[in-house]
């Protein structure tokens, strides 16, 4: 088994970020599912939405949730996610460099996972020091 990864994001986000995963990665070594949320979509949808993709990531050992952005509507709609009794974490603040680390990262449980997303996003920014 494995963890599940659902991207929750702003429109043209997920997908754009996947792509580019595809490009450097070639095929995941874990399930992944991608929902973009749209400037006028209905919040109690889009968590039905995120809860039906939840369900089917999740092959027991829980789904990582990574969002773009902390406090906007798809965040906060994966932090409810949780509340739906699914085993979640959820990081926001979503780089590719984040969702190239998860990916390889396969046989990690969801608590480090989770920490591997954060560390990856973190050390995925540079400042040129030209």
Avoid: W
Avoid at 24 to 30: P, T
Avoid at 43 to 56: Q, T
């Amino acid at each position: 088994m494995s963890v599940g990864v659902l991207l929750l994001t702003h429109e043209a986000m997920g997908d754009a970020l996947v792509s580019a995963a595809h490009h450097v990665l070639g095929k995941f070594a874990l399930p992944l599912e991608v929902l973009e949320v749209g400037a006028c979509a209905d919040p109690e949808r889009a968590l039905g939405d995120a809860s039906a993709r939840a369900r089917h990531l999740d092959q027991g050992d829980g789904v990582l949730v990574l969002s773009d952005l902390y406090g906007s509507t798809p965040c906060n709609i994966a932090q409810r996610l949780s509340g739906l009794g699914f085993r979640t974490h959820c990081v926001s603040g979503l780089n590719l460099p984040m969702l190239l680390r998860v990916l390889n990262y396969p046989n990690q449980d969801l608590d480090q996972l989770a920490q591997t997303a954060a560390s990856g996003g973190r050390g995925g920014i540079c400042i040129d020091h030209a």
